[in-house]
């Protein structure tokens, strides 16, 4: 279809490439979970992979034909052998959680997004394999599909305690933090897009997103690591399974690790290589990813383990088995992501803008024909404006760009230029039976910004996002179409949400302190003047030491600063409490208030700075508009 994905037509895998994969999905199955439904102790469904039956037919005209057959490979669903000794539970989560079984129990592998799909995957594990004890868990890395579901599998008190190892790359919890606390409402809105939750599951709705089916939607929470891996080369042996450490920071998260099992000549390369194109920028938002970085780390993989390893597995999708396979499988990731670096910065090098790039950039056919070089996950595309992105910044060096109006301002100019909004609807419409969806998703992008409720340009914008969605290869592109679709045809969607309040319990009090800060509405803060705050934090109501902080407001910013207040000055409230305390605050199950009135928090001095500080913090807005404007300014 003419003005839809620009790879989507690139991409057609011979039969004995799909045949192969098809295999490797199946490979050692073992049972299902039956029904695949997972519901929360209320009874809410947070997964239901039954949903997904329809993928057994033919792919429909609402679908990209490749998006479909990754799809039907990514809804395959139960408990499957890797190597004697090694499980994953599949299609119970965007991601896989693996079982590695030790001498006393069984080590836990990136336990998933929400605690009731990861207690399910490991009952179905159980119910196969015994009731073995969990004796480790392990994070490859710093997103939520990660460890959000580790209250499903373990007990923070058994890791507080030390009877639990916790092992996570150095970083690991900050970076957690950033993306799940700092930014979380942001990334939060736009992850209701990329993977399409609150979509009705159907041929033409949502199919998947090319790295999983979508997100669960239960309980979210963090237990915090307790052994950090500061350098690659680091062996550590937990339950007599013996682990050989790879860092590879700044690949597919700030904080990420590829994990060797000598003994089993078994390789798990975390996120680093899936059998999809991944993100260089995700379209929910992140710190853009170095390609460059990422090509290199997976070049040091094959140079640490290729000689020792038979079998390669991810926390997606399905291992690649035998040595021959596994190398070109790893060489061919590497090559992609060098390619799409090298060209990328050759054609910035030429003056070529992102949007330029992305139109321009294609892969070799030898990567462009391989299944898991294609674009079901992370588009060549919007990979390339990523590329521009890190190395040149927003602006493309056109003055004429410089200073811009912004969204809402520009929309009304550009609509009254084109002759109104039900003349520029019109033209749009004839744009639309041409085929050119593209310019009609662009030009009542203005109407929409100027008179949101024009019925007219809601009803074609809906059908113009609709025909892209449905030609998309990339899952993200899909959903995020036919979620902005729903949108302007219904009204702001919002998945159940998780929210971070089973984070904040394992943050220290600098990353809460950080969240506080950003919630500053500086103006306002700026009239309120200068406020200091010294916090006592206790790791108990027994504990008589204290972690001390002290936060100052001034000039409208909110300061951490460890220790008392820089030169003696005094501050207007001293507050006192656990760790636990503050962690339940910020978490939204009590109030500072309550908390004071039960005696959890005892305070000395001026109680009115506490209360001035709670007035200028804001509580961002999870619904907040995307497809139309917002109906306020920013400040």
Known sequence: MPGTNPTADTYAP??????????????????????????DASGRTVWDSDAYA???????????????????????????????????????????????????????????????????????????????????????????????????????????????????????????????????????????????????????????????????????????????????????????????????????????????????????????????????????????????????????????????????????????????????????QRDAYAYLHDQCVRLINAGYTGAEIAEELRFPPALEQRPHIGGHYGSLSHNAKAVYQRYMGWFDGNPAHLWQHPPREAAARYTEFMGGADAVVDKARASFERGDLRWVAEVLHHVLFTDPGH????????????????????????????????????????????????????????QVFQSMAVRIDGLRAAEAGRLLLRWEITDGPRDTSADIWTLLLSNGALTPMPGDAPRGERPHLTLRLARTTLHAVVGRATTFADAIAAGAVTTAGDLMALTTLGALMERPDPRFPIVTPRSTGVV
């Not at 039969?15 to 997972?38: E, I, K, M, N, Y």
């Not at 896989?96 to 990136?110: K, P």
């Not at 073995?132 to 209250?151: C, E, N």
């Not at 219904?490 to 904040?504: D, K, M, N, Q």
């Open 455 to 510: 019925t007219g340009a809601r009803a074609l914008q809906a059908e113009t996002f609709e025909r892209l969605g449905h030609g998309s290869e990339c899952g993200p592109w899909r959903n995020f179409y036919l979620t902005g679709a729903a949108e302007l045809r219904g009204g702001v969607l919002a998945a159940p949400g998780r929210g971070a309040s089973g984070i904040v319990g394992a943050l220290t009090a600098e």
């Open 14 to 39: 011979r039969d004995d490439q799909h045949d192969q994969d098809v295999a490797d999905a199946d490979r050692g199955f073992v049972a299902r979970l039956t029904p695949g439904v997972v519901r």
């Open 54 to 332: 329809f993928l057994d037919e033919d792919c429909p005209p609402t679908a990209h034909p490749s998006l479909w057959r990754q799809s039907r490979l990514t809804a395959r669903q139960g408990l499957y052998e890797v190597v004697p000794g090694v499980y994953q539970v599949r299609g119970l989560d965007l991601s896989n959680v693996t079982f590695v079984e030790g001498d006393r129990g069984v080590l836990v592998i990136d336990p998933l997004i929400s605690a009731e799909v990861a207690a399910a995957a490991l009952a179905l594990y159980r119910e196969h394999r015994g009731h073995r004890p969990v004796t480790a868990v392990l994070y490859t890395h710093s997103h939520v599909d990660h460890f959000g579901g580790v209250h499903g599998v373990a007990d923070p008190e058994d890791a507080a305690a030390g009877r639990l190892p916790v092992i996570a790359p150095a970083g690991f919890l900050a970076h957690a933090a950033g993306e799940n606390v700092i930014t979380g409402p942001a990334m939060a809105r736009r992850s209701v897009y990329m993977y399409g939750a609150a979509l009705p599951k159907a041929p033409d709705g949502q199919i998947g997103c090319g790295l999983g089916q979508t997100t669960s939607l239960g309980g979210v929470g963090l237990i915090a690591p307790n052994l950090d891996v500061r350098a690659t080369g680091q062996t550590e042996t937990v339950d007599g399974v013996r682990m050989v450490f790879q860092l590879t920071p700044g690949t597919e998260a700030p904080a990420e690790m590829n994990v060797h099992f000598p003994e089993l000549r078994l390789l798990c390369v975390a996120e680093n290589a899936c059998h999809t194109l991944h993100n260089v920028l995700t379209l929910r938002g992140a710190l853009v990813r170095d390609p460059s970085a990422w090509a290199r780390y997976l070049t040091e993989t094959l140079g640490l383990f290729a000689d020792a390893t038979d079998v390669v597995f991810a926390s997606h999708h399905w291992p690649t088995w035998g040595q021959d396979r596994a190398v070109r499988f790893l060489e061919e």
